[in-house]
């Protein structure tokens, strides 16, 4: 069974930097396609980007292009979240999730979540 654990959530101010990093066990971690997740309080759950197994391809939902970075270490079986000036709006709880195949942004699509790494951003 693969389980996937998200880390570096917590409370960070407007403009600040922060790095998420979803870590997978109980499987083979380079076979997977990746991606983030998030959600918001009271809204659904929204694609924010994905990356295959190998990371040589990436895929950015149009509003976190040029703020946030993904990136995967297959020799560590983790996979990274940069997030760059942040704004209040990113505040929410970011999911990992992984998938057999090419990447998706549909979370219908993805086998395996981790539990969720809380992000709060202040004004």
Known sequence: QVQL???GGGLV???DSQRLSCTASGGTFSSFS???FRQAPGKEREFVVAITPS???TGYADSMKGRFTISRDNTKNTMYLQMNSLKREDTAVYYCAARYGAPSIRLQEYHYWGQGTQVTVSS
């Open 34 to 36: 990746m991606g983030w």
């Open 13 to 15: 101010q407007a403009g």
């Open 55 to 57: 990371g040589g391809s």
């Open 5 to 7: 654990v998200e880390s």
